[in-house]
């Protein structure tokens, strides 16, 4: 089956093709926009993003001369659905990205930039076309463990990249394990001082400054995309225990630790330097977080009383709201107090965690959201198949096809289907430790799970978006990006 000629991934709400001619991108086609603050800053996007899959350099010109054979960038109240819809209309004299708010327009310019094609004799063009469209869930992400491995500015930024380009709209990083301490705090320096030199394997580690962090998340906003820090706590604490010492019950500091099993290392809520911690470290994310939300992990603290438990996620998400801060959770904080608003990370679909799944439940009735990340469908750490060298099989091999053909609202029976704030894929690096390793794994898992994140179900099945991802073998190898040529796609 051929790529079709206009493949957008995510499939948009409507794409109608015209019969006009294409738009023909020449050497001197012109970006226009209104010079407003907020525009600046995407037109300079968006003739860069478009630039480098053009080849050639584009010019942003502030206002409009009305002149034909020009992109425009326009904001619009005359536009149906949120913030993220955009309108794009494309015709042999014009392109029109249309949208209410800058991130719509980062949209409709990624588009844009999926439909550009290249002829053999180098003529550059956009097929006619109008497409309207609007995500269906407002929370799609990617969350990346730079714990257990640790992967720096550069690679964050290329990861960024990849989301805006799917239409991804949070990165989540995973900030802290029991193999390392990845972002630096102001209040707590030893914490990177000690604990950043460590990683699975023995490997080098690092960390993120402040400064390199605040850069990430500015590039982020840029691109439409927010940045969810998590601190994980009660578990999954090694590197802090390492630290400071006076968080264990003896006071004495724990060893590094460089492998990979989970569950072992604990908070206590009866040692008095518990509460400052973590009100240090909590205050300190806060401050370098513009966004809304923290996570707070609250995973596989497999040694915790139930009413420990609770007594430490209690004291994490006051400590979150008192900082003016949304809590996030995985699935496992549905067990402790949850107030409205919340938002709980479904991830553990196996039938050992039908506790956790009644309590999700019980938490989603409560006024929690609950945002999905089923592991046996978006944990793109795991295998594709039995061949594939690396990653983990816990939650099952994970093929293209299983990371695309499942519904988010059915998939916890009893859940409201309103409480769905959205999709979120996950990926963990005990056995990723490249950029190469990581792309490989992500792609082209990762636009699957965007199109299940941002396309309504009646737009989505399997066929289709099998023929419309081969497309996208193209952007990924003119990045240079390794990718994993799933056989269930014929890439051509
Ligand atoms: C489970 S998913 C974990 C992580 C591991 C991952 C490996 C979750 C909330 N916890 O600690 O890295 O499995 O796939």
Redo the contacts with the bound molecule.
């Keep these: 089956m051929a790529v079709p000629e206009i493949a957008v991934v995510p499939r948009p709400v409507s794409l109608v093709p015209s019969p006009e001619a294409p738009f023909v991108v020449a050497p001197d086609t012109p970006l226009l926009v209104d010079p407003r603050p907020e525009l600046i800053t995407v037109a300079v996007l968006a003739a860069d993003l478009l630039g480098r899959v053009i080849g050639d350099a584009i010019e942003v010109r502030y206002g409009d001369d009305g002149s034909d054979g020009a992109i425009r960038l326009r904001l619009t109240e005359a536009l149906p659905g949120g913030d993220e819809a955009y309108r794009l209309v494309v015709g042999p004299g014009r392109v029109l990205v249309e949208a209410r708010t800058a991130t719509g327009l980062v949209h409709g310019v990624v588009t844009l930039r999926q439909l550009v094609r290249h002829a053999p004799d180098g003529t550059v063009s956009v097929p006619a076309v109008r497409i309207e469209d609007v995500p269906r869930y407002a929370w799609r992400g990617l969350s990346l463990?730079v714990a257990?491995h640790f992967f720096g500015l550069d690679d964050l930024k290329l990861v960024v990249g990849l989301l805006a380009h799917y239409k991804l709209n949070v990165l989540h990083l995973h900030l802290t394990?029991d193999q390392g301490w990845r972002l630096e705090m102001p209040s707590r320096p030893l914490l990177t001082a000690r604990s950043s030199g460590t990683a699975v394997g023995g490997g080098p580690g690092g960390f993120l400054t402040t400064a390199q962090f605040a850069e990430l998340v500015t590039y982020a906003h840029t691109r439409g995309v927010t940045v969810v820090p998590e601190i994980d706590v009660p578990g999954?604490v090694n590197a802090a225990l390492h630290a400071y010492g006076a968080l264990t019950p003896s006071g004495e500091p724990t060893e590094p630790y460089t492998g990979i099993e989970?569950g072992f290392s604990r908070l206590h809520a009866d040692v008095p330097a518990t509460g400052p911690f973590l009100a240090d470290v909590l205050g300190d994310v806060a401050a370098l977080t513009p966004g809304d939300y923290l996570h707070i992990g609250g995973?596989?603290a497999l040694e915790l009383t139930p009413t420990e438990y609770a007594r430490l996620v209690t004291l994490a998400s006051d400590a979150v709201r008192a900082y003016g801060k949304q809590v996030v959770g995985?699935q496992e904080i549905a067990h402790a107090p949850v107030t409205p608003g919340t938002v709980v990370q479904y991830?553990?679909d196996r039938e050992g965690a039908r506790a956790d799944r009644d309590a999700v439940v019980a938490a989603a009735r409560a006024g929690a959201r609950v945002l999905m990340s089923p592991?046996n469908r978006t944990?793109l750490?795991?295998v594709y198949d039995s061949s594939t060298p690396l990653g983990?099989d816990?939650?099952g091999a994970i093929e293209l096809r299983d990371a695309y053909e499942w519904e988010p609202s059915t998939l916890v029976p009893g859940l409201p289907t309103d409480a769905v704030v959205g999709v979120e894929a996950?990926i963990?690096t005990?056995t990723i430790a490249t950029l190469p390793e990581l792309t490989q794994m992500l792609l082209p898992r990762l636009a699957a799970v965007a199109e299940v994140a941002w396309t309504q179900p009646e737009r989505r099945d399997w066929p289709g978006f099998r023929a419309r991802v081969a497309g996208q073998a193209a952007f990924w190898d003119r990045l240079g990006l390794s990718w994993y040529p799933s056989p269930q796609v014929d890439w051509r």
Excluded: P, S
Aim: proline share 0%; no cysteine.
């Design positions: 463990d257990r394990d999954h989970v995973d596989e995985w991830w553990d592991g944990y750490d795991m983990q816990w939650a996950a963990w005990e």
